[in-house]
């Protein structure tokens, strides 16, 4: 059943994963030093193996022809829904350690409630991205610090990705008809019951590193119903490329 | 062919606890808690596996490698099966193969944290150097080699070391 509601609300949950994964991995070989290089390899490997199980999930409960591959290399960019915070480019170190402490507090919160959904398939999934989240939320949060509490430069650069990637985090909490029947049906979480959470950790961690909370009331959205940014498409471009021009290609 | 006694359960675990895992070889992947269970039928055969991190890329050569243990033994149909709950976690190491990481020049994983709460900051180690056994030791990064070590340094011996991660 493509329509189903557990198939679409699993494509967010793993397309979420996939398109940061793939931007995180653009960092492999360009991390500021060693370590962050491998920090970063690690952290994208963890959110493209979350993807893959929840995509898996999806194109085994939708039953058409699709497996997590053709979902994450054949499908286009309106296809896809994941939130627009993901799709933007990686920006300097301060944007990609601003976005991936947005993301990660919000998953973590995400994947705790989903250690309870009534498909055992995606709560298991869930309790291990839970592991994973916790290392997540913890690395960036500390680099929100150093950086935010840093040199002029550092302080600047965090500020700025905070200011810049705003706008884009009230998608993360916005629920549709999707979100209310993944919550009523019990196998999702409501995304706006994570909003209050998510901004008292934010915001602490965000005092802690001195910088400001923006005052932003204008909120961007449409990544969950495939209107994306045009970053996406070029990004799908490039991450696609093998797949299509060497269709069922193996090695 | 001599005909011998048809192999048991106990004899399977004993035939995969010789299956190391590609990036620890030290240590099996039972040793690990990787392989969850085990079906006999005949000649037909069910191991059932858990991922240690959802994107290991280990996954593929452990099955691989349990594959042809099992079929060196005479097991003509290996079917292998991925389970993802319960969650992998480093509790299901045993004491011996934690000593065995250790004697490896990898630190064993301490208790798994259950707290819901994330703290931020700088904790008191208790991570032990493998080398020296000080525990006069700073966390170097999070992320070390694989998925699932971090990156230590001892500050008597001055030897960097890996951590195997609890989780």
């Known amino acids: 059943m493509p329509d189903s509601p557990l198939v679409q609300y699993l494509l967010r949950l793993g397309d979420d994963r996939l398109v940061l994964g793939h931007r995180t991995s653009e960092w492999c070989g360009h991390g500021p030093i060693l370590e962050e290089d491998i920090a970063l390899a690690n952290i994208a490997l963890d959110l493209i193996g979350e993807a893959n199980l929840l995509l898996k999930l999806a194109a085994q409960l939708e039953g058409a022809d699709r497996t997590e591959d053709s979902l994450a290399y054949l ?61 997540h939320v913890r690395h960036s949060a500390q680099w929100v610090v150093t950086l935010g509490d840093g ?9 700025r990705a905070v200011d810049d990637l ?4 009230g998608e993360l909490f916005l629920a549709d008809d999707i979100d209310r029947e993944a919550a009523s049906q019990g196998f999702g979480v409501d995304p706006s019951t994570l909003a209050s959470a998510w901004s008292a950790q934010v915001n602490d961690i965000l005092m802690r590193a001195t910088l400001t909370t923006p005052n932003v009331s204008y909120m961007q959205r449409g990544g969950r119903d495939g209107k994306h940014t045009e970053h996406l498409g070029h990004m799908l471009s490039e991450m696609q490329i093998v797949a299509r021009s060497h269709p069922g290609a193996s090695w | 062919m001599v005909a011998r006694a048809p192999l048991t359960r106990h004899d399977v675990f004993e035939i995969l606890n010789g299956v190391m895992d590609p990036e620890v070889p030290v240590i099996s992947v039972v040793e690990l808690g990787i392989v969850r269970d085990v079906e006999l039928s005949g000649a037909d055969i069910v191991v059932t596996i858990t991922p240690t991190y959802s994107g290991c890329p280990a996954m593929r050569e452990i099955e691989t490698e349990i594959r042809g243990a099992l079929q060196a033994q005479g097991f003509t149909s290996v079917e292998i ?7 992998w976690t480093t509790d299901w190491i045993s004491a011996e193969a934690r000593a065995k990481l250790e004697a490896y020049g990898i630190a064993p994983p301490g208790p798994a944290v259950r707290d819901e709460l994330v703290s931020i900051g700088r904790r008191p180690s208790t991570v032990r150097c493998p ?23 001892c500050r008597d011996c001055r030897q960097p070391f890996e951590e195997f991660k609890a989780i």
């Open chain 2, 131 to 153: 080398y020296c056994k000080s525990t006069h030791t700073d966390r170097q990064s999070e992320f070390g080699s694989t998925a699932c070590k971090s990156i230590w340094v």
């Open chain 1, 166 to 169: 705003w706008r884009y985090t």
């Open chain 1, 75 to 135: 499908r286009d960019a309106i296809d896809y829904r994941n939130a627009l915070m993901v799709e933007l480019p990686k920006g300097d170190f301060g944007f990609t350690i601003v976005r991936h402490f947005f993301f990660a507090v919000f998953s973590l919160l995400q994947m705790e409630a989903l250690q309870k959904s009534t498909n055992a398939d995606l709560a298991g999934i869930a309790a291990k991205a839970v592991k994973e989240s916790r290392y």
């Open chain 2, 81 to 87: 099966r991925t389970v993802y709950a319960p969650a």
């Open chain 1, 151 to 159: 040199t002029a430069e550092s302080h600047d650069r965090a500020q």
